[in-house]
């Protein structure tokens, strides 16, 4: 494979999620090894853990449990992210936690991703865990959904058990109204192989893609072109004798794209320009495009700073507001308690911010809706009012991840809760 090429490649984001033991590490696994993406070494090392632990069979799952405590448990507690590739697509995999104490870790790894694969046991339909772990992708405005329905050997491949877990989850999906874009129901036996990477022919009935395939085939969502947002990170003062003059104002670009003579207005000040540059390092560039890290210049001498926000001059704009309705994970046993001072940052920018109240608590279990809850603690999913002492430029989550999302900091400098921008106050 060329390194221009794979350079080029498409690249899909997705996470894993499921119960405990229904094999999300060991399909990771199962998918590295049968795409030969793992090196021999690394082959040798599982074989000899696996023959340690006394398995009779490899056991892929220790290619991505790499604490010592998940390797003794046999459990996945950290995200786990790996990284490979074929020649259709490259590939970043999050394999994150079963177990509802680590929910937390679960939004962190499925944040950034484009696709969700949400294990199923075959043995045991849907759990308590699917029920979690959809609702957390339809909050994360993940658009596409694999429900991958594993161990299907241990019921005899049988097409009504496939069949009655397929309904049984649209009707979780209908009964808890969730928002969960496409979902797509592939049966498979992850120790095995089955439909992981090959098509099974021990699942003659099913006439879809394998896994692999799927991926590799998968529409990626389109950044709308005239929806410029680049935060700004730094601005480029070199001050020396060869560039006595330069003004450049870096960042990555969150959304759209931007062209050297685009009309743009960075905010909050509104003032228009035109784009006179772009860099990549000393690289001069034409283009960049969403998710690249560049600098540009502009025609006009206006005052950026490090937390503004370059757009385009035309189409959607940002919104500038100092008051929120967020949905909130909080990560730690700290609580969350209305009136207190955190550090919010947003994109770029951070400034102080105050719950000024809870509206409700989310019961995963049940998707009931608790009011007059004083407090979040670890785990808790709520919805809440939010305010800065500054203003941010926005967009809601389910339009733009960076610009749409913050997180709180707490004063030992520890990220303790995570939030998606619903609406402005």
């Known amino acids: 494979m060329e390194n221009k090429g794979y350079l080029d490649m498409q690249l899909l984001r997705l996470s894993t999620a499921g119960s405990v033991d229904d094999g999300k590490s060991t399909l990771i696994g199962r998918l590295l090894y049968d795409s030969k993406s793992i090196f021999e070494d690394q082959l040798l090392a599982i074989e000899e853990a696996s023959r340690s632990r006394g398995n009779e069979e490899v056991n892929l799952a220790l290619l991505t449990d790499g604490l010592r405590a998940e390797r003794e448990q046999g459990i996945t507690i950290d995200v786990a992210y790996r990284y ?22 679960m939004v962190t790894g499925a944040s950034t991703c484009d696709l969700a694969v949400i294990l199923v046991d075959a043995r045991h339909g849907i759990m308590e865990q ?10 994360l405005a ?29 009707k979780m999906v209908k009964d808890f109204s969730l928002d969960m874009g496409n979902i797509t129901f592939i049966p498979m036996s992850a120790k095995f192989g089955d439909n992981v990477v090959n098509r099974s022919e021990r699942i003659p009935w099913y006439e879809g893609p ?7 085939t998968v529409p990626l969502p389109h950044p709308e072109e005239d929806r410029l947002r680049l935060p700004v990170q730094y601005v480029i003062r070199p ?64 005052d950026i700073s ?24 909080w990560f730690r046993n700290s609580p969350l308690v209305p009136g207190k001072r955190y550090t919010v940052r947003h994109a770029t920018q951070d400034t102080v911010g105050v719950v000024k109240s809870i509206e409700y608590k989310v019961d995963i279990s049940t998707q009931e809706k608790i009011y007059d809850t004083d407090k979040l603690v670890m785990n808790d999913i709520a919805r809440v009012h939010l305010r800065t002492a500054s203003p941010l430029i926005f967009d809601r989550y389910k339009e733009n991840r960076t610009m749409g999302s913050l997180i709180f900091i707490d004063d030992t400098n520890d990220t303790v809760g995570a939030g998606m921008i619903v609406c402005e106050l």
């Open 84 to 105: 490979f590739a074929t020649p259709k697509r490259k590939f970043i995999i999050a394999d994150t936690p079963g177990h509802i104490q680590y929910t937390r870790n």
């Open 130 to 139: 699917t029920v979690r772990h959809s609702y957390i992708a339809s909050l």
């Open 142 to 170: 993940i658009r596409e959904v694999v429900v991958a329905v594993n161990k299907m050997d241990l019921v005899d491949f049988s097409e009504e058990v496939f069949r009655d877990i397929k309904e049984a989850y649209y």
């Open 210 to 216: 394998s896994l692999l395939t799927f991926l590799e």
């Open 239 to 302: 001050i020396s004798d060869r560039f006595p003059d330069f003004r450049g104002y870096a960042g990555r670009i969150s959304a759209g794209e931007i062209t050297v003579g685009d009309k743009v207005k960075a905010y909050p000040s509104e003032l228009s320009s035109e784009v006179t540059g772009i860099y990549l390092g000393e690289k001069s560039l034409e283009k960049a495009v969403c998710g690249e890290s560049v600098g540009i210049t502009l025609k006009d001498d206006i």
């Open 306 to 329: 490090r937390g503004d926000v370059i757009v385009s001059g035309k189409g959607v704009q940002p919104g500038v507001a100092q008051s929120f309705e967020i949905d909130v994970c």
